[in-house]
């Protein structure tokens, strides 16, 4: 979903001259176009966590049983997380912009379905068909933000605004999350999107330029062995703490899941027009960057479940309260995106990533001292805010590594694969973690299982620390080969 300017007035080199004049309005439009989908984006990523907080209320208010009640987030995360690689190349073949509106459109009704829902299987298909639309829609902010740039700096800038807006708005949905339900109701955290969403629909046309369609037959097998792959693996890992990873329900559909990822293997190799393309898999800093976000994606996510049960278990924290606890997070990613883009162009990826993965270790380290009688400061502030300014320093980098040298026409493919492995790591890391977590759990009591918990997450940040010394080797050349 590239801007392209205003076309040019033809004429003598006289005229042509004036044309810089023209340059700051085209440069506004881009820029508003790009501010205009990063709104969408922010809000896309709100509702992976804004809802988090205001749990025992929905619970309360539909009436969910206790063992149901984690299908109101594990019905987005299945939609999102499965169909991210279709979004993004139905976007690189029928055109990005308009992909992006019928999944925004998708998303903005449903959520105002899950705001007026009065029955629990309501509310998660509600939150279901929300899924659906952010994965249309998602898939083409990124694409947008990797093809409009320039040159390698103005990606850099784009990117860390993207990885910015992806990561730091999940705290802030933790923020707005316990706003509304404090003051409100816990349905605003379904109604705040519709205006949200109106509003872009209404103004995405003006400032953002459809791309060309890529002629070509669809690869049916390759989206439906996609999306069944990435759903099973989802659906198996959110299961795998209740029904024990042992079970027939976590190893029957993980086994779903390599069957049809050897499925989509085998046929991406043979199409013409792939869903996803081997040359994306085949340079070793791109999947060193993918491992790199699956895992601090992982260990992120499982942060915001670990650290909001314990502000409000022992802290005693109000859901407000709850969400702003996270507010040194948020701000730390958000200061660090302005300044994180000049360090990659000077210094490289790599030792970035490395600082920041070793910085994300010492945070989630420090988080597993906390106990009964810790309080917020400095114990939970402190580590929160390293956590920030560490995650500022990692998800651009790597970002800019797995969607580097791909060229524009496969922009949507790219940012599906990113996309879903972000996805994929939340659901590793939080089902590891909460196993983790159950193990130690004593009934009654949240510190005991935290510790090795919170431990475990440092030790998924540490894990991206290697990979970083092992597969993403300082170099000055392009950081991935086009693909």
């Not at 639309?133 to 694409?143: E, K, N, Q, S, T």
């Not at 601090?296 to 942060?303: M, P, R, Y």
């Amino acid at each position: 979903m590239p801007f392209s300017p205003s076309p040019t007035r033809t004429g003598p080199p006289a005229a042509r001259h004036k044309s810089p004049a023209l340059r700051p309005v085209n440069a506004s439009r881009a820029a508003i176009g790009i501010a205009i989908v990063l709104v969408a984006q922010l809000m896309l990523t709100l509702d992976s966590t804004i809802v988090n907080v205001a749990l025992p209320r929905i619970g309360a208010d539909l009436g969910f049983s206790p063992s149901s009640l984690s299908w109101v987030l594990n019905a987005y995360t299945l939609a999102f997380g499965g169909l991210l690689l279709l979004g993004g190349r139905l976007g690189d073949t029928f055109g990005r912009l308009r992909v992006f509106e019928i999944g925004l459109a998708v998303f903005t009704v449903s959520s105002l379905f899950g705001g007026l829902a009065q029955s629990p299987a309501t509310l998660v298909m509600a939150r279901a068909a929300q899924g659906i639309g952010a994965a249309l829609a998602a898939p083409g902010v990124l694409a947008l933000v990797t093809t409009s740039a320039r040159d390698d700096a103005g990606k850099n800038r784009a990117l860390a605004l993207f990885s910015a807006v992806g990561v730091g708005g999940g705290t802030l949905g933790l923020v707005l999350g316990g706003l509304v339900t404090e003051f409100g109701s816990w349905r605003w955290t379904m109604f705040i999107n519709v205006p949200i969403g109106i509003g872009v629909l209404a103004l995405a046309r003006r400032f953002v330029t459809e791309t060309p369609r890529n002629p070509g037959r669809f690869d049916f097998v390759g989206a439906i062995a996609a999306t069944g792959a990435a759903v099973a693996v989802v659906w198996s890992l959110i299961g795998a703490p209740d029904k024990g990873w042992t079970s027939l329900q976590t190893i029957g559909g993980l086994g779903v899941g390599a069957v049809l990822g050897a499925v989509l293997a085998v046929t991406e190799r043979r199409v013409t027009h792939p869903l996803l393309r081997p040359n994306l898999l085949r340079c070793r800093r791109r999947l060193g960057g993918l491992t790199i976000v699956t895992l601090v994606f992982g260990s992120q996510i499982s942060t915001f479940f670990l650290v909001v049960q314990y502000v409000q278990q022992v802290l005693h924290f109000s859901p407000l309260e709850a969400g702003l606890a996270f507010l040194p997070m948020t701000v730390g990613i958000f200061a660090l995106s302005r300044v994180t883009p000049r360090l990659v162009g000077r210094f490289g990826q790599t030792p970035l990533l490395m600082l920041g993965t070793l910085g994300l270790t010492g945070s989630f380290a420090w988080l597993s001292n906390v106990g009964t009688s810790s309080s917020y400061f400095p114990a939970v502030f402190g580590s929160l805010l390293l956590n920030g300014i560490a995650a500022g320093l990692t998800f651009m980098p790597a970002a800019s590594l797995v969607v580097g040298g791909v060229k524009p026409e496969h922009a949507g493919s790219a940012s599906g694969l990113l996309q879903t492995t972000q996805q994929l790591g939340g659901a590793i890391g939080l089902a590891v973690v909460v196993s983790v977590y159950a193990a130690g759990a004593v009934p009654g009591a949240f510190v005991p299982g935290a510790h090795a918990a919170f431990l475990t997450t440092a030790a998924f940040a540490l894990l991206a620390f290697i990979v970083t010394v092992l597969a993403v080797r300082p170099s000055r050349h392009k950081a991935a080969q086009s693909a």
